[in-house]
Nanobody, 114 residues
Framework: QVRLVESGGGLVQPGESLRLSCAAS???????MGWYRQAPGKQRELVAT???????KYAESVKGRFSISRGGSKNTVILQMNTLKPEDTAVYFC?????????WGQGIQVTVSS
C-alpha cells in the first residue's frame, strides 16, 4: 500500500520561505509526484509536479518563486517556496501517480500572514 508522508508546513510572514517534503513508501516503481493546494472556499489546484522522467510543471502563479525537485530517494519530492504571499495560504497536498493509480497525502497547512 502506497503511503505519502508530508512535512514542513507552518506559519510565515510575507516574503519568507518554506520547504515542503513528501516521501512515498510502499512502491518500488518511480512515481510522478507533485503538490496541489486548496484554499478555503476554493477548488484544489495544481502547484507543481515532476514527472517520472523528471520533467517539471508549475502553476503560473508560482513560477519563479517555487521550485520542485526530487529528494534523496526517487520517491521523495521537495517543494521550495520562496517569496511567499498571503494568497499562497492553503492546505498543500502531496500527490503521486503510477500508471492509472493516484495517491494523496493527508495535507499540510501553509499560512502566510503578517
Amino acid at each position: 500500500q502506497v503511503r505519502l508522508v508530508e512535512s514542513g508546513g507552518g506559519l510565515v510572514q510575507p516574503g519568507e520561505s518554506l520547504r515542503l517534503s513528501c516521501a512515498a513508501s510502499g512502491i518500488i516503481a518511480k512515481l510522478s509526484m507533485g503538490w496541489y493546494r486548496q484554499a478555503p472556499g476554493k477548488q484544489r489546484e495544481l502547484v507543481a509536479t515532476v514527472s517520472g522522467y523528471d520533467n517539471t510543471k508549475y502553476a503560473e502563479s508560482v513560477k519563479g518563486r517555487f521550485s520542485i525537485s526530487r529528494g534523496g530517494s526517487k520517491n521523495t519530492v521537495i517543494l521550495q517556496m520562496n517569496t511567499l504571499k498571503p494568497e499562497d495560504t492553503a492546505v498543500y497536498f502531496c500527490n503521486a501517480g503510477f500508471l492509472s493509480n493516484i495517491y494523496w497525502g493527508q495535507g499540510i497547512q501553509v499560512t502566510v500572514s503578517s
